[in-house]
Structures are given as structure tokens and as C-alpha cells.
């Protein structure tokens, strides 16, 4: 079967760094996605990785190592407003999105 | 703004009783989706479309249906409503021009009782 890990919950402090990881086993691959959402809101798109290595986008980073399976979501100065579920998704070799159950990520003062 | 809203946003009903939700574009993208998202559990697909009455099943379909007889709108129909179907269901398109990526935007949910 397919499936997607990734810790239920971690908690950082503002104006840290934190790293959420993300293993899968899936029917193929044709990229990984990382998605945040904030409660009672719809995920909206942080990232995709296709090729391995790290992918940076501001204060977070993405990274793929497809020969093991694993990802990682890099939240560097972190904001109060970065409490959220981060979500991992890949697309498999039919097209389709496998998701994780996400992370529940909260920031403490 | 993909420009997607979701009517109703919040519903609650009863066993039974048939539902229909729908999600509405402005931007004429091809493909549309409807997801459910439950408590420890990942984002299910429930049906796909890829255009005007080109439609799909997801991997938790059974008990929904759906239609797309104009490309701006895709309902999502429950014809008995359990109480497993208790939900939040988001729509999502994805971008013609950038299908390769897979970005989805999300709709903003309708959040389903069934009592």
C-alpha cells in the first residue's frame, strides 16, 4: 500500500528553527509537495521537489532525497504566524496525490 | 485568488437526507476536485474532473457522486447522507499552465454535519 508519515505534532520557539520530516512509500513518484494550513482554513501551496536536493523559498526550504524516500520542510525565524498543519503529498507514478495526516506545528513566545 | 467558493459552508442534516455542495470557479481551469478531510487522516479524494461532464472516481467514493455540466461548477452529491460522512470537503483546481507542478488551491471548505 501506499503511505505517507510524518510526526502528529512538534512545538518550537519564535525565532527558531524547526524541521519536519516526511517519509513515504508510494507506487512511484513524480514529486512531493509541501502544503501549510492554518486552522478552519484551506492548505494553501508552500513547496514541490521533483529532483533531490534542497529547494529554498524565503524563510523555508524543502528538501528530497527520492533514494530514501524523505523529505524535510525547513522553518527558519520563527513567526507566531507559522503555527499550522504542514501537510505532505506525493504524487505517485498514476498522477494521483497520496497525502500525510500533516503536522501540527505550534510556536511558543 | 483562484477564484473558487464552496456553498454551503457549513451544513448540518440529518441521516438519510440527500446533500449537494458545490463549488464554484471564475477562471475556467479544466480540472476540479473534491476532497474530505477527517481527523488523522490525509486529504481523501473522492471524485476528480477533467472537464464538461469528464468526471472520476477517488480512492473513497462510494456514497458520493458528482456532476459537471458546465465548467465553472462541480457538485458534489451525497443521495443518502451518513453519519460517516461527517466532514469538511474541499474543492481544489489546479492550474492549466501549471499541471506539471500539481499546485491545488483549495476552495475554502464546507464544513458537513450529519446527526
Known amino acids: 500500500g501506499q503511505n505517507i508519515d510524518q510526526p502528529t505534532e512538534m512545538t518550537a520557539t519564535e525565532g527558531a528553527i524547526v524541521q519536519i520530516n516526511c517519509t513515504y512509500q508510494t507506487s512511484g513518484f513524480n514529486g512531493l509537495f509541501w502544503y501549510q494550513q492554518h486552522a478552519g482554513e484551506a492548505p494553501t501551496f508552500l513547496s514541490y521537489n521533483v529532483l533531490d536536493g534542497l529547494e529554498e523559498k524565503g524563510r523555508f526550504s524543502s528538501f528530497l532525497s527520492r533514494s530514501k524516500g524523505y523529505s524535510y520542510l525547513l522553518l527558519k525565524e520563527l513567526q507566531m504566524k507559522d503555527s499550522a498543519s504542514y501537510l505532505c503529498?506525493?504524487?505517485?507514478?498514476?498522477?494521483?496525490?497520496?497525502w500525510g495526516a500533516g503536522t501540527k506545528l505550534i510556536i511558543k513566545p | 485568488d483562484a477564484g473558487i467558493t464552496q456553498s454551503p459552508r457549513h451544513k448540518v442534516t440529518e441521516t438519510g437526507t440527500p446533500v449537494t455542495l458545490r463549488c464554484h470557479q471564475t477562471?475556467?481551469?479544466?480540472?476540479m476536485y473534491w476532497y474530505r478531510q477527517d481527523p488523522g487522516h490525509g486529504l481523501r479524494l473522492i471524485h476528480y474532473?477533467?472537464?464538461?461532464?469528464?468526471?472520476d472516481k477517488g480512492e473513497v467514493s462510494d456514497g458520493y457522486s458528482v456532476s459537471r455540466s458546465k465548467t465553472e461548477d462541480f457538485l458534489l452529491t451525497l443521495e443518502s447522507a451518513t453519519s460517516s460522512q461527517t466532514s469538511v470537503y474541499f474543492c481544489a483546481i489546479s492550474i492549466d499552465s501549471r499541471e506539471n507542478t500539481g499546485e491545488l488551491f483549495f476552495g475554502e471548505g464546507s464544513r458537513l454535519t450529519v446527526l
Open positions: 503529498a506525493v504524487r505517485d507514478s498514476n498522477y494521483q496525490l497520496i
Open positions: 477562471e475556467n481551469h479544466r480540472y
Open positions: 474532473s477533467y472537464g464538461v461532464k469528464d468526471t
